[in-house]
């Protein structure tokens, strides 16, 4: 008897989900332990496994099998799954081979030229990389469109956040845009009447800042039997399914960034490491998408790890960690509280505060979504950035490097990822307050360093239920209602303004 | 117009050439980086891979392509290609998938056994997988041995040394078992009446070991930019073409069999790295087999840095990496070299001297080619074991964790593999007896850590010929004659009974 078209589709992306665990370990391998003349020949391990990963999932035989397997009689996570499995599908047949090919191309040349550009803060010079790289991106976008039955913006936004619309973002984002100018005043008032909070000093020794960070990650309830940290110019979490590797980056004069970075990871690390297991490697079973796993990491780093209580518990690891003296009032709980939640106007998004933070992607937003509707030439985009910032924050960058040419996004092809960024920071707090009305007693456990019961009520609300739901439902099921980016403003307001 | 037969095989083999790299980093990592916990999916992601590649090489196409590429004008390495694109796909279609498949679960499910056994010298706990093992090795071999025209062992041989044949071996081995009792008593008596070597007093700091390692790496010609050194349990060399990644073990109470360990592999990653990069992927660019390998890897080791020459040039750089005192003895040279060429009757093949390894190969080459003929049955193995070392070295081991439980090979499914390690000593005498001739000075730039006249002759005679020439060929081109076991015990007369 053959097989159900279900079971058949089940063995196929099994290996295309195992091939993807392979890439996660090359990639993470590259950028982690790779010497600098392994790259052409790692290009090249990855380009084939791309190719093939193309081949099997564009196989005339997929539509078929996911037809009849529509019609099979399934289980509600199977069922699911072929949903999964279709949205899949649908992105890689929606363009053709040759499409791919040459939007990859592109991206390497265009990516190259924007390692050469930014540090000369020359955005002339990888102009006609980017028209290239953007001409392909729309085509795609439209070639998506067309199958999804959306606008091409929408299309790419799929690609990071499943069923994201920009109708939905427009009026989230325009709310927000609204309340910082008068927010933003307050906050830096209220911290300009307030001392200035006291760094503390080092050097601080990347072997104390690792240990210390192990310690922390583990308090987290990182699972280093099925994972790793290590170290990366651009920290990030990879690896393949029951091998979460997440990295750091030490600085010896500075060593808050990298805790945080490294607790940030964690969130994410813990929602790969609490997927479902019988699930893996199927579509399904995969995480959501780019705005929950980045509510993930900021619940860990932004709500609960940025907060008094928290930090009234890791003062005293830090000053251990560091052999700082016990009087020494850089290390006091509300001192480091103070200097963890910084407010400032600033141009880089990456070293922005959780305030200004969405500033930073609506500009980027806007700025998107009008060179993928063709309303804003890229030669244009210097402009446009500094009069957005202008608007948005009340600064204007005094170069590219600082400005346009600051992240890789654009310049490796990734239009419509930027607004996960806030809306993970908005579902973060949401899902925050929930778990907070859930636990009895969360703050204080947090306090004490225990993240169990958070981390049980995250495994539980999101983690075990992978791509079973759509975001929208995943969140109304966890907190009983759509994305309300009222609680993340409320949660700004009693942070920064009691 | 389509593009020749030839061509289409080299983009076909190129694929599975990149593929094989991607295997060769996660079986890296695996060894050296990996989680416990990742255990499992890994083994999925190699089976996967494995799957793919045996899917490529057996498309029907092939068979067709090689015909027709036969018949092509084709240069001499392109020919030489089309051959060991043959090869391979002689090895890879002559058995079909299920006794693959059957082949590789025994082995995983005997190893596993063996880890089991070994340590409690339990012989009989294994022995119902290995049957298992063995009953399909024969099949595997007989298979094979019916496309090759061989007999079932040269079958197996060739997996690892192509163009092996038993009856080449047999004349070899059988003159070094006839001479080695009488030559080994005379050396034990000569060492007994010198005084015995000092052996350096540790600890010795595994960092301080790493550095001088690397230290030794660099000094051998070693390229940094295209590999690395790391730990593992068991050393190794591995990685992906253009990155060589070789490991060592560390004991902080001797550092000298660590840093051989180091040396023998920088040999075989140096075979690597100088491997024709327009080859890169192709059959014909591939590393020879095993026995040129270890010649490589035994050359460096064995012939070059068991010197006289080099551990006086290496004995100051060892005691300044461990802060000795310079008076101390156990750092003279002379007492390094002594320690360094200690003979001793042995039961473990891996801690053996070079003088006494090839009584363990030749114990396994002759009890192997019993197994597979049919000659021994695996009940009586642990008699013959010991039977065949009284006989060879006058040694009997007290259990089967010290004789026929020590190695893998079998257990892992791999008969045919032993005789590559002698073959490939005594390649590494003939080739170092042949430099030596065509380099001026040889001994003496070894003395002042000058290598690059011997990897420089080494890359032009072995590493560039890649795959183009059979083992015969290479030796008789590089050496004026195929392999001559006279030199290799003259190298032993030479350097043990001077």
């Not at 700082?324 to 006091?332: F, L």
């Not at 346009?404 to 890789?408: K, R």
């Given at each position: 008897m053959p097989s159900s078209s279900y079971k058949q589709l089940e063995q196929r992306f099994a290996r295309l989900g195992r091939l993807h665990d392979a890439q996660g370990i090359l990639h993470w391998d590259r950028s982690v332990m790779m010497p600098t003349g392994g790259a052409e020949s790692r290009a090249e391990q990855i380009a084939t496994l791309d190719v093939i990963c193309h081949e099997l999932i564009t196989d005339p035989r997929i539509g078929d099998l996911l037809d009849a397997a529509e019609d099979e009689s399934l289980g509600d996570w199977e069922r699911a799954n072929v949903r999964e499995m279709r949205r899949d599908w649908t992105h890689a047949t929606a363009v053709d081979a040759a499409l791919v090919e040459a939007k990859s191309r592109a991206c390497s040349a265009c990516e190259m030229a924007w390692r050469e550009a930014r540090p000369k803060a020359d955005y002339a010079l990888v102009l006609p990389y980017l028209e290239e790289v953007l001409r392909l991106t729309v085509e795609t976008g439209k070639a998506k469109a067309a199958r999804f039955g959306t606008s091409a913006y929408d299309a790419l936004l799929d690609q990071y956040e499943p069923a994201g619309r920009a109708a939905d973002i427009d009026p989230v984002f325009d709310d927000y845009a609204g309340f910082l100018p008068d927010f933003l005043d307050s906050v830096l008032a209220r911290q300009a009447r307030e001392t200035a909070p006291i760094k503390p000093r080092g050097p601080f020794p990347v072997e104390r800042q690792r240990e210390l960070g192990l310690r922390i990650m583990q308090i987290l309830g990182f699972d280093f039997h099925h994972g790793r940290l290590d170290v990366s110019l651009h920290p990030f979490t990879g690896g393949a399914s029951g091998d979460q590797r997440i990295t750091t980056r030490y600085s010896e004069t500075d060593f808050t960034s990298s805790l945080m970075g490294t607790i940030h990871e964690t969130g994410h690390a813990l929602y790969e490491q609490h997927l479902p297991k019988g699930w893996r490697h199927q579509p399904v079973g995969n995480s959501r998408g780019m705005a929950v796993h980045e509510s993930q990491s900021l619940l860990m780093e932004m709500q609960a790890s940025r907060s008094r209580e928290f930090l009234s518990f890791a003062a005293p690891l830090m000053r251990e960690a560091f052999e700082?003296?016990?009087?020494?009032?850089?290390?006091?709980p509300e001192n480091l509280f103070r200097l963890y939640t910084r407010v400032s106007r600033s141009f880089i998004r990456t070293e922005a505060d959780e305030v200004t933070y969405p500033a930073h992607v609506i500009l980027r937003y806007r700025i998107e979504r009008a060179l993928i509707a063709g309303d804003l030439l890229l030669h244009d985009l210097p402009g446009a950035w500094n009069d957005g910032l202008k608007t948005l924050l009340g600064v204007v960058p005094p170069d590219d490097r600082l400005g346009?040419?600051?992240?890789?996004h654009w310049y490796d092809?990734?239009?419509?990822?930027?607004?996960t960024y806030t809306l993970g920071a908005m579902a973060a707090a949401q899902l925050f307050d929930a778990a907070g009305k859930a636990i009895p007693g969360l703050p204080a456990a947090i306090g004490r360093g225990e993240f169990k019961p958070l981390v049980d009520w995250l495994t539980e609300n999101i983690h075990c239920k992978a791509s079973y739901l759509s975001t929208r439902e995943l969140l109304i099921a966890a907190t009983g209602r759509p994305l309300d980016p009222a609680i993340f403003k409320a949660h700004l307001k009693a942070r920064y303004l009691p």
């Open positions: 700082a003296e016990a009087g020494d009032g850089a290390w006091r346009c040419l600051q992240d890789i092809g990734a239009f419509g990822y930027f607004p």
